[in-house]
Nanobody, 112 residues
Framework: VQLQASGGGLVQAGGSLRLSCAAS????????MGWYRQAPGKGRELVAF???????NYVDSVKGRFTISKDNAKNTVYLQMNSLKPEDTAVYYC???????WGRGTLVTVSS
């Protein structure tokens, strides 16, 4: 499976972005899909994931602001990011869960 994340860019604090992750194959066969991010000088962290059954979970810092969703028919996962903060600045990656396949990331920069 090949994954391609897109939708990143430069946005002012308080703004919104929608990231997309298109998979070359079916995503339904995996246990779930996740969005990760890596800020400059920091390790990669799991931001949100969605299970095969559609259950979602988020890291505390983005709860209430980010929403993960998926379209199995399009083999695409989305991350709607609202009320963005400068600390959300990072390269965002999508990944399958079980097993893990990674795509190239997309850079999100939030200016204050």
């Amino acid at each position: 499976v090949q994954l391609q994340a897109s939708g990143g860019g430069l946005v002012q604090a308080g703004g919104s972005l929608r990231l997309s992750c298109a998979a070359s194959g079916t995503i339904f066969s995996f246990n779930g899909m996740g969005w990760y991010r890596q800020a400059p000088g920091k390790g990669r962290e799991l931001v949100a994931f969605i299970t095969k059954g559609g259950n979602t979970n988020y890291v505390d810092s983005v709860k209430g602001r980010f929403t993960i969703s998926k379209d199995n028919a399009k083999n695409t996962v989305y991350l709607q990011m609202n009320s963005l903060k400068p600390e959300d600045t990072a390269v965002y990656y999508c990944s399958t869960i079980g097993p893990n396949y990674w795509g190239r990331g997309t850079l999100v920069t939030v200016s204050s």
